[in-house]
């Protein structure tokens, strides 16, 4: 099964209201990161959180981390129809070269 | 700055041709360079990885193979190409295996 993995796997929500995506992960991590991608483009990293610290904020954006649930949860505030994309976890495992990225969420902000 | 460069944009090929993608980074030295696969509607999978020149890593077998011939450069291979490796192709760069990690434009083959 997935390091990673989103929740939920579509999430369809008006202008102007909150969005909320989860992230589950299974082994121990150096932190946990957040991208996002535009349909048919590249991920563009959106914000980092380390394993010792439990919440960051940036803009609208807001991550919480749970170490002891092995959990984390990307909240965009007021949001916005440019907002629409599809939002990926990657956890760095600890003593790993790598990311191990997440099979995403896809919002959808309807007008 | 850093900029990443992945061509060609898109790329359609019959199955059996050979197959190179490139990608170049600008602006940083001793990248940490990856290549990612995502299928329509997907998450990334990890194809191959490198620290540094002429050192690759392979996480899954398959059809495709990788090199860094050069500091900033990561080149992505097939002798032939088959149906299943259609998709879209990324190459991303990171300061070191930790950090954030730096997306290119991402190369959509299709093979026929």
């Known amino acids: 099964s997935q390091q990673g993995e989103e929740d939920p796997q579509a999430l369809s929500i008006q202008e102007g209201e909150n969005a909320t995506m989860n992230c589950s992960y299974k082994t121990s991590i150096n932190n946990l990161q957040w991208y996002r991608q535009n349909s048919g483009r590249g991920l563009v990293h959106l914000i980092l959180i380390r394993s010792n610290e439990r919440e960051k904020h940036s803009g609208r954006l807001r991550v919480t981390l749970d170490t002891s649930k092995k959990s984390s949860s990307l909240l965009i505030t007021a949001s916005r129809a440019a907002d629409t994309a599809s939002y990926f976890c990657a956890t760095a495992l600890q003593g790993a070269q790598k990311l191990v990225f997440g099979q995403g969420t896809r919002l959808t902000i309807n007008p | 700055s850093q900029t990443i460069h992945q061509w060609p944009a898109t790329l359609v090929q019959p199955v059996g041709s050979p197959l190179s993608l490139e990608c170049t980074v600008e602006g940083t030295s001793n990248p940490n360079l990856y290549w990612y696969r995502q299928a329509a509607g997907r998450g990334l999978q990890l194809l191959f990885y490198?620290?540094?020149?002429?050192?690759i890593s392979s996480e899954v077998p398959q059809n495709l193979s990788a090199s860094r011939p050069q500091d900033r450069q990561f080149i992505l291979s097939s002798k032939k190409l088959l149906l299943s490796d259609s998709g879209f192709y990324l190459c991303?760069?990171?300061?070191?295996?930790?950090?954030?990690?730096?997306f290119g434009p991402g190369t959509r083959l299709t093979v026929l």
């Open positions: 490198s620290v540094g020149i002429g050192q």
């Open positions: 991303a760069w990171s300061r070191d295996s930790y950090n954030e990690q730096f």
